[in-house]
């Protein structure tokens, strides 16, 4: 089965650093995504990590470690724009299916 | 490029009333899914299509719920009857193809059954 795990709320304050952790358990993984999702508003794409390491993009960066079952999410220098939910999901190759955790609704304070 | 197009954006019906919602992928995505998102969770897949051929339903309820995708790019939803249970948005996403590559949403369809 699929079990992802992600805190529900975090706070943090503009230009602060941020990571969010997600665990899984998968039958069998092919992938974790990240994605943003402001309030309603559609999810968009942040990064994707099929190995293990830091994948950085700008303020952004991700990790993976799939020993570990293990990611998270880096977001540095926050603005006000960063707050919103933040999905973690992991790509099921057994059911070549995408399980989203219930994601991290990230509050950034001026 | 134009993204994901869904319509209507918001619908509010009665219980036990039909409802359809409508998507238009974007172009060239050959791999179509519906998600159903609710308040404070995660999208939870319902339907991914590979062009015309449902290839994986096991989550959408049958009972109530249809989908087809007759010519391979734009797809309906159908719910019929609707249940207060169903209140939620209704989220499409498209992509180049399955598994590993990055899936682009639509703006969803937030249902409410009253």
Known sequence: GQNI?????????????????????????????????????????????????????????????????????????????????????????????????????????? | EAGVVQSPRYKIIEKKQPVAFWCNPISGHNTLYWYL???????????????????????LPKDRFSAERLKGVDSTLKIQPAELGDSAVYLCASSLGGGSYEQYFGPGTRLTVT
Not at chain 1, 34 to 59: C, I, M
Not at chain 1, 65 to 89: P, V
Request: charged share 20%; net charge negative; proline share 3%.
């Open chain 2, 37 to 59: 998102q609710n308040l404070g969770q995660g999208p939870e897949l319902l339907i991914r299509y590979e062009n015309e051929e449902a290839v994986d339903d096991s989550q």
């Open chain 1, 5 to 110: 795990d992600q805190p529900t709320e975090m706070t943090a304050t503009e230009g602060a650093i941020v990571q969010i952790n997600c665990t899984y358990q998968t039958s069998g993984f092919n992938g974790l995504f990240w994605y943003q999702q402001h309030a309603g508003e559609a999810p968009t794409f942040l990064s994707y990590n099929v190995l293990d390491g830091l994948e950085e993009k700008g303020r952004f960066s991700s990790f993976l470690s799939r020993s570990k079952g293990y990611s998270y999410l880096l977001l540095k220098e926050l603005q006000m724009k960063d707050s919103a939910s933040y999905l973690c999901a992991v790509n099921d190759s057994t059911l070549g299916r995408l399980y989203f955790g219930r994601g991290t609704q990230l509050t950034v304070w001026p």
